[in-house]
């Protein structure tokens, strides 16, 4: 089985500190994301990553960056941690796509994050 | 513009009462839809994955169908178990984006 693995299941942090999530995956996968996830709002892509060092924006990038030096590994970055980015953040790896088609993608069990 | 849209935002079924939950989907090229069950406090569970119109998936008392327009999750005969948030999500081309519909929470009553 997949597995995906964040470093801390909950975090307690304060405005302005720099923040690190860290995700392991065991699976040899391609391709990396990084999700927030708020009631009402769905999951939201923060940032991607289909390959070592390699990144792109999601549709909500502001506020953090992402870091992957080596395959397994993910890394999200809140840069200067804010109220607003009170979430349940949550990290995916998958397969690169197919012939067929785009691979499904597996999830770790999700950091809740406060900032206070 | 893509999108996935899921309904209803909530069901609440008695034990053993069958119903569907329902995935459409607007998106430019399809190249995958996936179904996951996340349950309260964790990360969202893998459960199918559906390439072309026509094709079913089935696991125990889910069964997973596609349509050009739209997927359905059938629950035969639910437990209580079976109660969590069902989210769908598409893949398109030309992109590595997953695109998430909102989720069903499904509450099963013994």
């Known amino acids: 089985d997949v597995k995906v693995t964040q470093s801390s299941r909950y975090l307690v942090k304060r405005t302005g500190e720099k923040v690190f999530l860290e995700c392991v995956q065991d699976?040899?996968?391609?391709?990396m994301f990084w999700y927030r996830q708020d009631p009402g709002l769905g999951l939201r892509l923060i940032y991607f990553?289909?390959?070592?060092?390699?990144?792109e924006k999601g549709d909500i990038p502001e506020g953090y960056s992402v870091s992957r030096e080596k395959k397994e590994r993910f890394s999200l970055i809140l840069e200067s941690a804010s109220t607003n980015q009170t979430s349940m953040y949550l990290c995916?790896?998958?397969?690169?796509?197919?012939?067929?088609?785009?691979?499904?993608?597996?999830f770790g069990d999700g950091t809740r994050l406060s900032i206070l | 513009e893509d999108q996935v849209t899921q309904s209803p935002e909530a069901l609440r079924l008695q034990e053993g009462e069958s119903s569907s939950l329902n995935c459409s989907y607007t998106?430019?090229?399809?190249?995958?839809l996936f179904w996951y069950r996340q349950d309260p406090g964790k990360g969202p569970e893998f459960l199918f994955t559906?390439?072309?119109a026509g094709e079913e998936k089935e696991k125990e008392r889910l069964k997973a169908t596609l349509t050009k327009k739209e997927s359905f999750l059938h629950i035969t005969a639910p437990k209580p178990e079976d109660s969590a948030t069902y989210l769908c999500?598409?893949?398109?081309?030309?992109?590595?984006?997953?695109?998430f519909g909102t989720g069903t929470r499904l509450k099963v009553l013994a």
């Open positions: 990553s289909y390959d070592v060092k390699m990144k």
């Open positions: 995916a790896s998958s397969l690169s796509q197919t012939f067929y088609g785009n691979q499904p993608q597996h």
């Open positions: 559906l390439y072309s």
């Open positions: 699976m040899d996968h391609e391709n």
């Open positions: 999500a598409v893949g398109t081309s030309g992109t590595y984006k997953y695109i």
């Open positions: 998106v430019s090229g399809l190249r995958g």
